[in-house]
């Protein structure tokens, strides 16, 4: 049973990464899914979340317009499309299964000239 992210990496200001959490080991169709994020020094926080049909979206307001979070059931996937990426969007990216109340390990993004 496992959340396994993968994607971050360092870019520019104004840059794009895509992140990526596979899921294995439980029923992935049956959870709502989220990205959180943690910046150095604070506490995590709720970035975007997918229902699990994938038919409803909710996303905080630092990145409404620049991030779009997606799912495919049958890959067992969910992605988080990060566009005009700034600084303050370092930090720790984390997905998260709602019903099975399961975190992955995180993947660092670091955005800096």
């Known amino acids: 049973v496992q959340l396994v992210e993968s994607g971050g990496g360092l870019v520019q200001p104004g840059g794009s990464l895509r992140l990526s959490c596979v899921a294995s080991g439980f029923t992935f169709r049956h959870n709502g899914m989220s990205w959180y994020r943690q910046a150095p020094g604070k506490g995590r926080e709720l970035v975007a979340s997918?229902?699990?049909?994938?038919?409803?979206?909710n996303y905080a307001e630092f990145v409404k317009g620049r991030f779009t979070i997606s799912r495919d059931n049958v890959k067992n996937t969910v992605w988080l499309q990060m566009n005009s990426l700034n600084a303050e969007d370092t930090g720790v990216y984390y997905c998260y299964a709602v019903f099975r109340d399961l975190w992955g390990q995180g993947t660092q993004v670091t955005v800096s000239s």
């Open positions: 997918i229902s699990s049909s994938g038919g409803s979206t």
